[in-house]
């Protein structure tokens, strides 16, 4: 089983940025869809950003334009810059590596914007 091991969370100040990583031993990676979800108390889990086999990438406008997804496939490294935090920002970072269209599930890394 597939299990993606997150780094990078921690607390900035509004404006700031940080990096997120996510690296797993699982043979073939890169060969599925993987992305980065985020989950604020009381929230669903919501997607950020989300990378194809192919490359191509999919924000949804809360944060198009701040992050960035990509993938260092010889590292088997998912990862996710974000600039320009906002409060709102603040959550729980997951990532997801997509087998068979299921989602293999990091622990979470904590992030926390202040204004």
């Known amino acids: 089983q597939v299990q993606p091991v997150e780094s990078g969370g921690g607390s900035v100040q509004a404006g700031g940025s940080l990096r997120l990583a996510c690296a797993a031993s699982?043979?073939?990676?890169?060969?599925?869809?993987m992305g980065w979800y985020r989950q604020a108390p009381g929230k669903q889990r919501e997607l950020v950003a989300l990378?194809?086999?192919?490359?191509?990438?999919n924000y949804p406008d809360s944060v198009k334009g701040r992050f960035t997804i990509s993938a260092d496939n010889a590292k088997n490294t998912l990862y996710l810059q974000m600039n320009s935090l906002k409060p709102e920002d603040t959550a729980v970072y997951y990532c997801a590596l997509f087998q068979a269209g299921v989602p293999n599930w990091g622990q979470g890394t904590q992030v926390t914007v202040s204004s």
């Open positions: 699982v043979s073939g990676f890169g060969l599925n869809p």
């Open positions: 990378i194809t086999a192919r490359g191509n990438t």
